[in-house]
């Protein structure tokens, strides 16, 4: 078989720190094709750029300095049939990992993308195993805002899962591995930013809705260290999805002009300060993960939802959604 390029963009500002763990995790896949590797760069000052010269890498510059400019500089600069998004902070885990990734599109055109799920190492942090503990890193809130993992199955094969998604039930899942001719004639191209779950949004509204999560693959995703560092990361993300954005947003996780959805909001505020829930889950986690990661599921609901209302309440774009007068 003959294996087709496959470029890989990795956004980057002052990432000296994880840039030789992201970029060793990738090389030591040995995949038998060709990688693109795409370093895109915004403009770091320290030595991310020395570093990852050392591996056989393309250095292109992002004078918008924004990683979701510079996601877009790598799909319309990159040199494979098939494109894939790594952040600097990721590295990757399983063996022939860009083959299994691979696998789904290769053996059937309608599947649009092939994701793995994200997976903790035994010397994360007990806060990271806990996020880790869903399949896409979601934190419990927005767990309960999203249609569930098996819920989108509509396939298993001895490989992978396809999943299908509509309207009303979709995943967060835009780290995927595309056919890069697909997406330059999608309605992805319309926006000046990659954005990897809007892109999610726009897919579904070409018709292309079915997407693979191969087995025995998996990202591996340090994002948090501390709840101080979960609160701050929170709030940044509020932010950047609904607050002085510079063009439309696709993905939300509330449809704020559905009661319906609304309703659950509010459900959620109410299960997440009444405590008692909260706690008996963490307990029921840490039986089936064997593990006291458990621990943290009051914590992170109390303060990601107090953290999550703040920075709506803060901001008028904010207070104008939750239907409160603007003075």
């Not at 098939?82 to 691979?102: A, N, P, S």
């Not at 979709?170 to 004639?185: I, N």
Request: hydrophobic content about 40%; proline content about 5%; overall charge positive.
């Amino acid at each position: 078989m003959t294996y087709p390029t496959i470029s890989l963009c990795i956004p980057t500002f002052n990432e000296e720190k994880n840039i030789e763990r992201c970029l060793n995790s990738i090389m030591s896949k040995k995949y038998p094709g060709k990688l693109d590797i795409l370093i895109v760069d915004g403009g770091s000052t320290d030595d991310t750029l020395i570093k990852a010269k050392k591996f056989p890498v393309r250095v292109l510059h992002n004078p918008d300095k924004q990683a979701e400019i510079g996601k877009k500089i790598g799909l319309l600069n990159a040199a494979g049939d098939y494109f894939m998004i790594i952040d600097c902070d990721m590295d990757l885990v399983g063996t022939h990992w860009f083959e299994r990734l691979l696998k789904p599109l290769i053996d059937d055109s309608t599947i649009v993308g092939s994701w793995p799920i994200y997976k903790s190492i035994p010397s994360d942090t007990l806060l990271n195993k806990f996020i880790t503990a869903h399949p896409l890193q979601l934190d419990p809130i927005f767990e309960f805002l999203t249609a569930s993992y098996d819920s989108c199955i509509v396939a298993k094969t001895n490989r992978y899962d396809v999943l299908e998604y509509r309207n009303d039930r979709m995943l967060p899942s835009g780290f995927c591995l595309y056919r890069r001719k697909q997406l330059m004639q999608s309605s992805v191209m319309k926006l000046k930013r990659f954005m990897e779950n809007d892109n999610v949004v726009l897919l579904l509204a070409d018709g292309l809705n079915r997407y693979a999560v191969p087995y025995k693959i998996s990202f591996h995703h340090p994002t948090l260290q501390s709840l101080r560092h979960l609160i701050k990361k929170r709030i940044r993300n509020i932010n950047t999805m609904y607050f002085d954005q510079p063009d439309k947003r696709y993905w939300t996780w509330i449809d704020w002009n559905r009661k319906s959805e609304l309703f659950k909001l509010v459900l959620w505020v109410f299960y997440c300060y009444t405590i008692i829930p909260s706690i008996l889950v963490g307990l029921w986690k840490c039986i089936k993960h064997k593990s006291l990661l458990g621990i943290y599921e009051l914590p992170v609901n109390l303060l990601t939802t107090t953290a999550v209302i703040v920075a709506f309440l803060q901001h008028k774009e904010g207070r104008k959604l939750l239907h409160i007068p603007i003075r």
